[in-house]
């Protein structure tokens, strides 16, 4: 039995070349982590061409993590006080008035199950968790790119991200 593909006659007819026709490396993402200051980070608009249009792309990656960690320590923040307030609600169970204390008969007991869906809290959270997963996937690409500029710029953006901002969010 042969595995010698590179001996089976060519089947397309108008195929001149042969088996030369592999893509140039230049229009192939590198697979290996690299330094190269001309990398683009989300589009080739937004490439490098200098020593401080690199430093420039580095100091936004950091910046865009420090926001990011920030908005993960602030949505945190909001879940627990969203959280806090729906325990503090007070509801009125049905069947419990007396005609003396009509209007004071509240009962304290925890609603068990999901909390209700209100317009103050739901529609920010959802906005909040957009933006937070829009920011994660961009920081994402950026690291995607295998620059290992970029990978560290990400890296120490949230390491002082989280310096600043988790003990807030907990």
């Not at 950026?142 to 890296?155: D, E, I, K, R, S």
């Amino acid at each position: 039995m042969s595995h010698d593909h590179g001996s089976m006659p060519s089947t397309d007819s108008g195929d001149s070349t042969g088996s030369s026709s592999s893509s140039s490396s230049h229009d192939v993402m590198p697979m290996v982590f690299q330094w190269a200051m001309q990398t683009p980070i989300y589009s080739y608009a937004f490439t490098p061409k200098s020593t401080s249009q690199y430093v420039g792309a580095l100091i936004f990656l950091i910046v865009l993590s420090i926001i990011y960690r920030a908005l993960v320590a602030y949505k945190s923040h909001k879940e627990s006080t969203w959280r806090d307030e729906e325990r503090a609600r007070k509801v009125i169970i049905a069947g419990q008035f007396h005609d003396d204390k009509a209007s004071t008969d509240v009962s304290t007991r925890e609603v068990r199950g999901a909390a209700p869906w209100r317009w103050r809290v739901d529609p920010p959270r959802a906005v909040l968790s957009t933006i937070n997963v829009g920011l994660h996937y961009l920081l994402m690409f950026a690291v995607m790119t295998l620059n290992v500029g970029y990978f560290l710029a990400v890296l120490f953006g949230i390491f002082i991200g989280d310096l600043i901002f988790a003990r807030y969010g907990h």
